[in-house]
């Protein structure tokens, strides 16, 4: 059936898994259509900041195309989930350039500051691109906790299309105190529990393991990742594993 597609909007490589992969597998289990758009899944061309080449080295990934790399996690992770991965071509903010060579986001504070004006134009295509989506579809878009600047541009692109939405909460900021209710700012708004099986969980944290060039980003180990993915769906349970959804009340 037509109504069966949910689509979810990751902005980068690995953001929907960490966020909303329990309910993917559910989904995927019950026979419904699952798809995750990654929005920010390109390969740059020509040079890198200092910044990004870090990032690189940081994340074991110096000596490949980084994102073709990660774009490589983002299929196994989804095939754990029984969902379709469909990568996009914009360029995740780390590698994003004005015409004359500047990079927009050269360090890590630049992640959580305002959206560059030069990157009104790539919201303007986002906000086309996304509509242009099966008009079907159940949309999935990240609420923007923690205020990663492509995190909102997403958000915001997608409000831009009037379509109706579902806002994930961003985890690992959505773990973080004041975030989701910062990033929810003023509604109303309505909120709802989806409740884990331990099946679903288990995968959810097989699938961000799959993520392993990022593992080191936010936890200490494989280990470490496990632990804060069961206690963050407990918390949001309030002892029974869940994730949180949430909807503009009309």
Request: a negative charge; hydrophobic letters at 40%; charged letters at 25%.
């Amino acid at each position: 059936m037509e109504t069966s597609l949910h689509l979810y909007l990751s902005p980068h490589l690995d953001d929907a898994v960490f966020s909303c992969g329990g309910r993917i597998a559910q989904e995927a289990r019950q026979g419904l259509r699952v798809w995750v758009v990654t929005v920010f899944a390109g390969s740059p061309v020509g040079p890198l900041s200092d910044y990004a080449q870090m990032l690189h080295a940081f994340w074991g990934l110096t000596e490949v195309d980084a994102p073709a790399a990660r774009r490589e996690e983002d299929r196994a992770a989804l095939a754990l989930l029984g969902a379709e991965p469909i990568h996009w071509e914009f360029l995740d903010c780390i590698y994003r350039r004005t015409p004359e060579g500047r990079f927009l986001y050269p360090n890590y504070d630049a992640l959580w500051g305002p959206i560059a004006e030069e990157d009104r134009v790539l919201g303007e295509e986002l906000a086309r691109r996304i509509g242009e989506l099966p008009p079907f579809a159940q949309l999935f878009v990240p609420l923007g906790a923690g205020r990663h600047v492509d995190h909102r541009l997403v958000r915001q692109a997608a409000e831009a299309t009037g379509r109706p939405l579902v806002y994930y909460e961003d985890y690992p900021y959505a773990g973080e105190a004041g975030r989701v209710v910062e990033a929810l700012g003023e509604g109303p708004w309505e909120s709802e529990r989806v409740w884990l099986d331990e099946e679903a969980l288990k995968a959810k944290v097989a699938a961000a393991r799959r993520y392993r060039s990022q593992i080191s980003s936010f936890w200490a180990d494989e280990a470490d990742l496990e632990a804060h993915f069961w206690a963050y769906a407990t918390e949001v349970g309030e002892g029974r594993p869940a994730e949180r959804y949430w909807y503009r009340r009309k």
